[in-house]
């Protein structure tokens, strides 16, 4: 059975940092993309980051890009989420989740996910 784990939400003052983490079990994820997601109250879910098996290939969302960093440890099975600069803007749960072979932006496609952490960034 697939688990999500993920780890390292809070609560922080706008322009600090935390990192996520999300530890997968379950299953060989060879090939498998990681992705961060987000959803805040009363919106949809939104891709925030993906990284391929071998970390060779990232991919960010726009409002994003330039302040998150994805990175993964497959000898762990974990995949991190280093956010600097916040702004109250990324407050959301914060969502891992896996599929096979290529980076989807779409939450549709994405097999597993985890259980969300927490985000909150206070100005």
């Known amino acids: 059975q697939v688990q999500l784990v993920e780890s390292g939400g809070g609560l922080v003052q706008g322009g600090e940092s935390l990192r996520l983490s999300c530890a997968a079990s379950g299953r060989t994820f060879s090939n498998y993309i990681m992705s961060w997601f987000r959803q805040a109250p009363e919106n949809e879910r939104e891709f925030v980051a993906a990284i391929n098996w071998s970390g060779g290939r990232t991919r960010y969302a726009n409002s994003v890009a330039g302040r998150f960093t994805i990175s993964r440890d497959n000898a762990k099975n974990t995949v991190y989420l280093q956010m600097n600069s916040l702004k109250p803007e990324d407050t959301a749960v914060y969502y891992c989740?896996?599929?096979?072979?290529?980076?989807?932006?779409?939450?549709?496609?994405?097999?597993?996910w985890g259980q969300g952490t927490q985000v909150t960034v206070s100005s």
């Open positions: 989740a896996v599929r096979p072979w290529t980076i989807d932006y779409d939450s549709k496609s994405y097999e597993y």
